[in-house]
């Protein structure tokens, strides 16, 4: 249910700054099934179907990957396109409509010598039906009727007196007649994801479980799915209807599995779960629940669950599998949590799934692996992401010379692991020198190995430039790659790990993942991050992650601010007017784009002041400690944050800025109008600025006088010219900037000029 308030800093008569667990993920709702799997698209309104693959055993997932469904159909064969699904079948034929009897019918032979009366049953129909709720091409029950007449016949007539159901007044009142229509509709069928040798690419058809490796403490391999009260595109499950909204939340859905022919005296079941990890306590009431599905029943059924409680280490679940209605080919299983559907509430995380014969009751070791734990951390030192130019500026100090990387071993016997690491240039596509980074000693029973890796980007390349990187790059990715090589070793997939280390125009404290969110509470409440440049440049946004936590605020009006400094507070700019933006997919920024040039040194401080006492919730990374950064004022007084982590707001630096919709540089010109250019100066300009027209020939449509005005960044028209003029004082415009537009009339077409304004 809703969770407790982790922290509270409290002020005498005043309000207080807590923060609630979060996390964003995405996707499409779907529906159910063990052979199809259908979703509506809300946008398109039309109704897919995708044919699912059945699986062999083994079935193992420790989530080092993510084996959920895909659902993008680009990436799929139309195996069979405007396909139609019919309510039901006659006989094996498709009929548009049947008049029939649910009652069976007969013929009655009358023998008028001795008054006596026999009866036959008159023809059936067999009626399949195709009313699964989740898949219209699979047959869900079967029925029959029979013709809708009786026969009654007189033995010694030449032919039999039928009288017909439509005009007989025999015993009206007893029958009852149907008429059955045919339904059918379009759908488009995608094929299965398997690829050659029967290898699916996939393990689950739904994507509502969060696969990461952010939420888990001591997970037993890297990565889990965790369930919680968002839904897959990390929306409250009942988008904001009720802050204590309460039910079932997540799925996380096997694939249809192949159970026949297995000895039910070996076969098992078997996962780790962890309540809470580094997010949000799991309530009393709040359960993990594990559920089978029987073919042949079409049914799921309840098998284990256990109730909400707080942080404890991964413990093992072993369920021994039976019954004969699962041992059968379609098997499936599932796990659901209960929960607060109003936002990223009551954290169960799931690990290491293992299905599989030829086990025991006390088969507790999973498997003999030696596996990656967590991520490798940031190779900058203060951030995890910093400009690639301002990186290059100060590359010693900004780089870390060396890193810790954790393993595990879930085998019974010690294991010594070979390391290797990588660095790979993605945008050059050039491999740098790898390091053999030694062994890792790596103990029984869960305890953990570490290794020390150097770092250094200065290695010779495998290309002819003695230069890893483009001399002109505005930004860079690098991949770093860790490789565990272990004997005998026999789930690889976690002994790969890849991380990429984005250069791009933004420095982030964050890593991209929200497990919490940050808010204060208070009218006028501020929240300060401090960053430090290491050079003088133009900030053009603010990109913020605003999580969706028990109310929409939507709506809610913030100032936009950046400060110099807090201790005294000087603002360099606000901007007024500004409302959260939800973004519809995993951990989604929203760009806030400046509308004035703001050139920064050194120390500033990027954040907002909100306007009413609500929760304008921030996305907060429980992973990253920076709130040594992190200031807020709820009381006219700004203090330092005491709760760890890092709020999801990053700083753009860059020379881009946004060319409004529909208005081209000069050199877009069109064709008709090239010879005609005009000279904007001084340029930056300041009070001042002049103009007029170059260019040595004129077109038939040349307009002496074009119509003249100026744009913001946003398209809007600031300011209009009067012909003729050659200049115009532009001391009342803020600095930032404007495009001058000469419209020329006779053509309709325009030459566009840029300036910017500074003081």
Known sequence: MYPDVIESVSFTGGPSVTIKSHHNVGGLPKKLNFKLLTFMDTFLHVLDYFILDTLQLPFIDDFSSNWTKGYDIANYTLIKS???????????FVVDSLVCSLDTTFSYLLDTTDTSISKTPLATFQKINYNDPYN?????????????????????????????????TYDKDTLYIDTIYLVNN????????????????????????????????????????????????????????????????????????????????????????????????????????????APDKRAWYHIWSLAGTSQQNFKQVMIHITGSNYLKKGFQFRFKNYATLSGNFDHWHIDYVTLNNARGINDTVVINDVSFVYNMPSLVKNYQSIPW????????????????ILATNTDTANKISAHLFLINDLFDSVLLDPIVAGTVPVKYSGEFGFTTVPVALNYKCYSPSNSCFSPNADSVVLELVNVLTTGGDAYLSNDTLKNYQRFYNYYAYDDGSAEAAYSLVGNGSQVAYRFNTIITDTIRAIDIFFAQTKEDVSSENFYLTIWSGIFPEVILYQQAFVTPKYEDSLNEFHTYVLDEIVVLTGTYFIG???????????????NTVANTNLYYNTSGTWLQSVIPGAV??????GDTVIIPVGITEDEMNYSGDRDVEYLVYPNPGKNIIYFERQGGGQSSN???????????????????????????????????????????????????????ITR
């Open 186 to 293: 379009t759908f488009d069928v995608y094929d299965a994801d398997t690829v050659g040798a029967g290898i699916s690419l996939s393990l689950w058809i739904d994507d509502l479980a969060f696969i990461n490796n952010t939420y888990p403490i001591d997970p037993v391999t890297i990565g889990v799915a965790t369930m919680d009260g968002l839904d897959a595109r990390g929306a409250p499950h009942n988008n904001f209807s009720d802050p204590n909204g309460y039910g079932v939340a997540d799925y996380l859905t096997s694939k249809p599995i192949d159970l026949t022919g297995t000895a039910s005296d070996s076969i098992f079941l078997s996962f780790y779960y962890q309540p809470e990890g580094i997010g949000n306590k799991p309530q009393l009431e709040d359960s993990l629940v594990l559920e089978f599905y």
């Open 82 to 92: 405007d396909s139609l699904a019919f309510s039901f079948t006659i006989d094996g």
């Open 389 to 404: 130019k301002h990186f290059l500026k100060d590359t010693i100090n900004q780089l870390k010379t060396s890193f810790e």
């Open 702 to 756: 040349f307009n002496k006088n074009p119509e003249i005005r100026i744009i913001d960044l946003y398209g809007r028209t600031v300011m209009k010219i009067p012909p003729g003029e050659k200049s115009v004082d532009i001391s009342d415009l803020s600095e930032g900037f404007y495009f001058f537009e000469f419209l020329n009339t006779r053509s309709g077409k325009s030459t566009v000029k840029k300036i910017l």
């Open 648 to 653: 999801m707001m990053r700083p753009l630096f």
């Open 608 to 622: 907002f002041q909100q306007v009413n006492d609500v929760d304008i919730n921030i996305g907060f990374d429980k």
């Open 136 to 168: 219209p091409f699979v047959a869900s029950d079967t029925s029959y009727c029979w013709v809708p007449y009786y026969v009654y016949d007189t033995i010694g007539m030449s032919t039999p007196d039928t009288c017909f159901v439509n005009l007989c």
